[in-house]
């Protein structure tokens, strides 16, 4: 069980920043969210963390099974 919760968030961090950026970009339209320069620049930290999240889970199962 260690290390999905690591990963669920990250996975959704990852999903959740990729579609900020794309919101920001105006990639996306039909969005309140859409054309606004801040969420360029929040979503690619979001999805880093979501990353970072991916890494640390990863890691924790790799622990566990040992």
């Known amino acids: 069980m260690k290390g999905w919760p690591w ?6 961090a990852l999903v959740i920043g990729v579609l900020w950026t794309a919101q920001g970009f105006d990639l ?8 606004v320069t801040i969420w360029a ?20 199962r790799a622990r566990s099974k040992q």
């Open 7 to 12: 990963l669920t968030g990250g996975a959704l």
């Open 28 to 35: 996306l339209g039909g969005s309140v969210m859409s054309g």
């Open 41 to 60: 620049v929040i979503g690619p930290v979001v999805a880093v963390a979501g990353l970072a999240l991916i890494v640390v889970g990863v890691r924790a």
